[in-house]
């Protein structure tokens, strides 16, 4: 079945839709037209422009691509599985939540609370140009060519592989658990606090009081810049080429730098700290 070139402004217009192509339709109007492709199956999206909220709500097996959905199109995309999005625009609220098995690449969002409470998610080159608390208690995602300007980003992410992104973030990866990035740069304050199991990698690392209370953090052949009063509290083995501007109170593992500008062990060092400092 074929919907093409229509336009649809009542609520759940095309609801429990299946197997179906949706193309050249414009999801707007007068009417209160919320929930428009709610619980659909194998279905695909594409070259559709979306003006109202809901739209693709416990949705599974679709497929949507070259589809923009406006400021006005909130929480687009909620408990949705086995979703293919592929070059879109996805500007409303809280643009995708609670969904299992997405794959998002080619596209770009300005969304706040983007991408809450994903399971199976990937990405391919996508742009988060403006959130906050992104990737919010995401799970078991796999991220390549992410490029993002936010805040709060990645809380309590579990198990999770990042590979060649820029992410412009304060308090990146709070609570972070099993994580390892890759040729990537962070540039935020208070980065990483909280966290256990993260490993960065060939990393560009910037910002203050990077690092602090986490657990078994690892750093290899990374840079910091602008980084002091890093590595508070936490237990930590880091080969950093070049300089970092303070460390403060690690706890144990070892921390090897080009140069420290100061090294400070003060009377809240932990009583068992046994962290070796060196520089070349």
């Not at 993002?148 to 590979?163: D, I, P």
């Not at 304060?170 to 490993?199: C, M, P, Q």
């Not at 960065?200 to 690092?211: A, D, E, H, I, K």
Request: charged share 25%; net charge negative.
């Amino acid at each position: 079945m074929l919907y093409s070139g229509n336009t649809y402004d009542e609520e759940r217009a095309l609801y429990r839709l299946r197997d179906a192509a949706v193309e050249h339709c414009l999801f707007d109007g007068p009417a209160d037209g919320e929930s428009s492709l709610k619980e659909c199956t194998g279905i695909t999206v594409t070259d559709c422009d979306f003006h109202l909220r809901y739209p693709l709500w416990h949705a599974s097996d679709a497929v949507v691509t070259n589809c923009r959905m406006t400021e006005a199109c909130r929480a687009a995309l909620w408990y949705d599985k086995n979703i293919v999005i592929e070059n879109c625009e996805m500007n409303g609220i809280k643009a995708l939540r609670e969904c299992e098995n997405v794959t998002l690449s080619g596209s770009s969002a300005a969304s706040v609370e983007f991408g809450w409470k994903n399971a199976g998610l990937k990405i391919r080159d996508f742009t988060l140009s403006e959130s906050e608390y992104p990737f919010f208690m995401c799970s078991d995602a796999d991220i390549t060519g992410l490029n993002m300007k936010g805040k709060y980003s990645f809380q309590y992410l579990k198990n999770a592989v990042l590979r060649d992104c820029v992410l412009d973030t304060k308090d990146a990866f709070w609570h972070a658990e099993n994580v390892t990035v890759y040729n990537s740069v962070i540039r935020g304050e208070y980065l990483a606090w909280y966290s256990r199991n993260l490993r960065f990698v060939n990393c560009r690392l910037s910002g203050t009081q990077p690092l602090c209370w986490c657990e078994n953090l690892v750093l290899e052949n990374c840079t910091m810049d602008g980084c002091d009063l890093s590595f508070e509290n936490s237990s930590v083995q880091a080969d950093v080429k070049g300089h970092i501007d303070s460390v403060k109170n690690p706890v144990s593992g070892f921390v090897h730098a080009g140069s420290i500008g100061e090294i400070i062990l003060d009377e809240y060092l932990s009583a068992d700290a046994s962290c070796v400092i060196t520089t070349d």
